[in-house]
């Protein structure tokens, strides 16, 4: 009995711990920062150039690689439905693949009006990502209850956004999943193997968020081979693909290995 109640209390300790991450940043935000404008600069790429009447062409064309991934991750969800999160993860894989139609119509036109397009399916692959990563760490039934309203805020965050022009609740439906993921790791014990792709993938999203900023940077020393924002979409797919691979590789803890066999 006291080791159940043991248990519980830290289950409950780790619950509030993510309650907090999530909520936190929102309140503090909102509470103590002024309304984020989106900067009319953003929408300003070193690379304009055009290619068979495609504008901005090497920042639209480099979206090929999220409709690869998230193409390729969907439908391994689909034939091999993921135990646990099934729907969350191919949510996740939609919207990384939607973000091929969605970020490739705003750099045809780049304004505040296109760029909703952009950020809605981005959205909803964040969502996607957080209800997985939760519904396994924290049990099947939460997907049930959580996948349809996270996806909700998701949208709702851009739709305030293009009301308000406050990216403050964008910005933590985009950043508040992927604190929870080390988070998450680090407190939960693993139910399947190659999680640390979680992390990975973390790390090539970081990565991507740097090279966007370093645009001009990166287009220069490249010589004007590739621009910083289209490095971005090549590293930000690449950790939709990691997540992918997780899947892909994945055993369930204590199972053995598919060869483990032949080296006994």
Not at 7 to 35: C, H, K, N, T
Not at 202 to 213: I, P, R, S, T
Request: hydrophobic share 55%; with cysteine; charged share 15%.
């Amino acid at each position: 009995m006291g080791q159940q109640s043991g248990a519980g209390w830290v289950g409950r300790r780790r619950e509030w711990a993510l309650v907090l991450v999530m909520l936190v940043p929102l309140a503090l935000m909102m509470l103590a920062l002024d309304p984020i404008r989106q900067d009319p600069a953003y929408h300003i790429f070193a690379d304009a150039r055009s290619y068979c009447g495609v504008p901005n062409f090497l920042n639209a064309a480099s979206n090929i690689a999220f409709l690869l991934v998230g193409a390729a991750g969907a439908l391994f969800c689909l034939r091999h439905p993921v135990p646990g999160a099934a729907r969350s993860w191919t949510v996740f894989f939609l919207g990384v693949a939607f973000v091929f139609l969605g970020s490739g119509y705003y750099h045809w036109a780049p304004d505040n009006r296109t760029l909703v397009w952009d950020r809605l399916p981005m959205t909803i692959a964040f969502m996607g990502l957080f209800a997985g990563l939760l519904a396994e760490h924290m049990g099947a039934r939460l997907e049930r209850a959580l996948l349809a309203p996270a996806i909700a805020v998701g949208i709702a965050s851009v739709a305030w956004w293009a009301y308000a022009d406050d990216l403050r609740f964008y910005a933590w439906v985009q950043f508040a999943p992927l604190l929870a993921i080390p988070i998450v790791l680090a407190t939960y014990e693993a139910r399947h193997t190659h999680r640390r792709y979680l992390l990975y993938g973390l790390a090539c999203y970081a990565l991507a968020k740097v090279v966007e900023f370093y645009d001009r940077e990166i287009f220069t020393l490249t010589s004007h081979a590739i621009s910083g924002h289209s490095l971005k979409h090549l590293v930000a797919a690449l950790a939709g693909y990691y997540v992918y691979r997780m899947l892909r590789l994945r055993q369930p803890v204590g199972a053995p290995l598919p060869d483990a066999g032949r080296f006994s």
